[in-house]
């Protein structure tokens, strides 16, 4: 394959493996593809000296750097390789700008284009030559402001010429004259001198010792760029800026070694005392490359440019200035390597026809192969590394992204499930912590412990309602007492009719108070309902459908179970004691028949009762003898064995003050007196016998633990329920889950990336 025919072919090679690499990368970049660092940093370092290749096949170039020291003769080196004493090389710094030389095969295409600094790339090298303190330079852009600014003012300018002698004077200025040459960028010369191949450039860069940083990153960044290095030694030993073209060659190209690309041209072997340091000269040489760069000697060169200019009558007036004549010369180097023959002397002792036979041998026949070995390896890394994160991501995500889509969701809820199920232990164990410490207060520690917080609230609300309705009821009671009493004073006041009258109607008003007191207590234990399925609902991050699964519809729930339960419970021991209390006098047929009427219940009201006052431990027994039993020493003693009366009963109005023992009181204050008492026997009842014997408080908690125990039995809901709120994004749900389940969008990129990479990777296989 010839060097035409393989810059095609890897043109196109290195171009699909760069869209490898692209595909490939941006697959590995992807945080959830989960691809191991050292197959990214593979592929991202393989990329730049591909790309930086790439473009040189493009371009059909075969770049040849010249490198060295300072005044270690390059641009003599070139003037020599050119047969023209073209570029500058005066004892000074000759050299401020890179030079590049490019092959062209007619005559016609030969020009110097050179290209200025912009103003800002003017600004980065003031700033530059400030920081290194290089005063001398600095003073002379100031002395030379006017012309620097005169040639980036004019800008890119081009030279057309037919000998290389025309450009002479337009090279040295604008590259070796300071007065010019700082304001230039770089002068390009097109000639057909270089080579006999097309494509070849020779980049003359200024020395890596030169102690500007701009140099220093100008040959760094043209040995990374580069096929073939050449280097200008003059002294046999490797030093510090040599040892930086070393590094820099490595860094730049790593598939191929030194030895495949290097070329050393030892120079100015005519500035040598003897033979024999001339042998040791070369010696150093060839150990100190051999040793540091494992380069061979048949790729170093010993030999002068400045002698094979001058023997062949090629050099410039200046250049032999600072050479010495050709007799002089030519004895030197006889004496030297012993060569008589002027023909064989001008070859074999000045080294240019030899160094520039081994680079054209290298360009005709070696570099093919070089090429080849180049980008196989790049090709190589691309390719094996690209493929391995194929098959990795293809591992755990497939290419089709319908089929991602599945397996993503289906993963996606599986690692939720996961989740919620380790979840749903936590909130099982938060909703037991609030029911027992805040519904019945008691906590794990104290499993004995027999308060109940919001127990004992709704016994103390039950309080509430009963002094709110008894305070109503007496209100009314004794609004309607003077009507009654009226109404059965024709002709006299009959205290029989008129008790019995005001006790009917004081009876509806009680019936009509047991139904509110049972609405009213079903209304605050459906608030603590109500509460506990608000926790349950925060639990599980505020979904409508937790209230609407426990209780249905509230109105419902409040109507139908709550207050029917309690008017049940209530009514069975609340309307008893009130028809015994109430409907008839006491002593009177009536009472008594009602007292024989509800048997063992009215008995079971003595079980619960509370209270302190004796006189109401027996239900019946004050029903029998009424207020008798609260304020006649006699009775009190005689019934209950205690001296004394009663004290004002809780909740009870103003006691009326009468003599019970006087026969002659007025009947009204007796009838009064009476009802009163049995009003407040009813309210004392009411209060410490009947919110018991009515089992409210194992009702409200059977009530409140039922609601906790069908939360706990609907976990399969509740997990639809968690997957409903996290599906729609509920923001206190993403506050909890792990990140990885935050995105509720599928992620179908990675599947779409490697799609691409092996649709890349087919392409490459089927060439």
């Known amino acids: 394959m010839d060097w035409k025919t393989a810059s095609s072919y890897y043109e196109t090679r290195l171009s699909d493996a760069l869209n490898v690499q692209r595909h490939a990368v941006d697959l590995a970049m992807l945080p959830q593809a989960q691809v191991p660092l050292r197959l990214k940093e593979a592929l991202l370092q393989e990329a730049e000296p591909t790309r930086r290749q790439l473009e040189r096949l493009k371009k059909r170039e075969f770049r040849i750097a010249v490198v060295g020291l300072e005044k270690a003769g390059k641009s003599t080196f070139i003037n ?25 095969a007619n005559e016609s295409e030969q020009r110097l284009e050179v290209q200025a600094k912009t103003e800002e790339e003017f600004s980065n090298l003031l700033q530059e030559l400030e920081k290194a303190n290089a005063q001398v ?12 600014q005169q040639v980036r003012r004019e800008g890119n300018l081009t030279f057309p010429f037919t000998r290389l002698e025309d450009i002479k004077e337009p090279l040295k200025k604008y590259v070796a004259d300071e ?12 000639t057909s001198k270089l080579a006999q191949a097309e494509g070849i450039v020779f980049y003359d860069v200024p020395g890596s010792d030169s102690g500007l940083a701009k140099h220093v990153d100008e040959a760094k960044k043209m040995l990374s760029d580069c096929d073939a290095v050449i280097v200008i030694q003059r002294d046999p030993s490797i030093r510090g ?105 001008n ?158 109607n004081l009876y509806n008003d009680i019936t009509k108070l047991l139904s509110l007191i049972a609405h009213k207590l079903a209304l605050e234990l459906n608030n603590e309902a109500l509460k506990l399925v608000e926790y349950m609902t925060s639990l599980l991050w505020g979904s409508n459908q937790v209230k609407a699964m426990l209780i249905e519809k509230s109105e419902d729930y409040f109507s139908a179970k709550l207050e029917n339960s309690l008017s049940v419970l209530f ?101 009064i007196f009476e009802v ?22 194992s009702f409200c908690i059977q009530e409140l633990q039922g609601l906790v125990d069908s939360f706990r039995e609907k976990k399969g809901f509740w997990t639809g329920v968690a997957l409903n709120e996290w599906l729609q994004e509920n923001p206190l749900l993403l506050a909890e889950i792990p990140d990885n389940l935050k995105s509720q969008e599928s992620n179908l990129e990675v599947s779409e990336r490697l799609r691409q990479l092996s649709i890349a990777l087919k392409r490459t296989r089927l060439q």
């Open 347 to 504: 070859k074999d002792a000045t080294g240019i026809p030899i160094i520039k036979e081994k680079i054209f041998n290298y360009i005709n026949n070696e570099r093919v192969s070089i090429l080849k070995k180049r980008c196989e390896t790049s090709l190589n890394k691309i390719f094996s590394n690209s493929e391995e994160i194929y098959t990795l991501v293809s591992k755990k995500y497939p290419e089709n992204p319908e089929e991602a889509k599945l397996l993503e969701e289906s993963n996606r809820r599986t690692a939720f499930t996961a989740w919620y199920d380790r979840k749903w232990e936590e909130i099982k164990a938060d909703l037991q912590k609030y029911y027992q410490d805040s519904v019945i207060n008691k906590p794990l520690e104290n499993l004995t412990a027999t308060s109940f917080t919001q127990i004992q609230n709704f016994r103390e609300r039950y309080i509430r309602i009963v002094d709110e309705t008894m305070q109503e009821l007496r209100k009314n009671t004794f609004k309607n007492k003077d009507t009654i009493f009226l109404a059965n004073s024709n002709p006299e006041f009959d205290r029989m009719k008129a008790n019995f009258a005001w006790r009917d």
């Open 241 to 345: 800026g040599e040892l930086d073209i070393i590094k820099f060659t490595e860094l730049g190209d790593q598939n191929v070694t030194i030895a495949d690309k290097l070329f050393v041209f030892l120079s100015r072997i005519d500035s040598i005392a003897s033979p024999e340091e001339l042998r040791t000269h070369i010696d150093v040489a060839y150990q100190d490359w051999l040793k540091k760069a494992n380069l061979p000697s048949q790729r170093i060169v010993y030999g002068s440019a400045g002698a094979y200019l001058i023997l062949n009558n090629l050099a410039g007036a200046e250049t032999k200035l600072q050479l010495e004549d050709a007799n002089t010369i030519k004895t030197k180097l006889q004496k030297l390597t012993a060569i008589v023959d002027e023909e064989t002397l």
């Open 80 to 104: 020599a390789w050119l047969e023209c004493d073209l570029l500058p090389a005066k004892r000074g710094r000759c050299t401020f700008t890179t030079t590049q030389i490019y092959s062209v």
């Open 571 to 671: 009514l069975r021991f609340a309307r008893p004691v009130a028809e015994a209390l109430i409907r008839g006098p006491v002593n009177s047929d009536t009472r008594n028949k009602i007292i024989k009427s509800l048997g063992v219940d009215i008995e079971i009201i003595d079980n619960y009762y509370i209270g302190e006052e004796p006189a109401f431990r027996v239900l019946k027994r004050y029903v029998k003898y009424g207020s008798d039993l609260l304020f006649n020493p006699e009775i009190r003693q005689q019934v209950l064995g205690i001296t004394g009366v009663a004290t004002q009963l809780a909740g009870a109005a103003t006691q009326l003050v009468i003599d019970v023992a006087n026969d002659f009181r007025p009947p009204q204050e007796a009838v």
């Open 137 to 148: 330079d600095l003073k002379t852009i100031k002395e030379n402001e006017i012309t620097l």
């Open 676 to 697: 009163e008492n049995d009003i407040n026997a009813f309210d004392e009842y009411l209060r410490y016998a009947i919110f018991e014997a009515a089992g409210f408080e």
């Open 179 to 190: 007065k010019y040459a700082h304001a230039v960028l770089e002068a390009r010369l097109y």
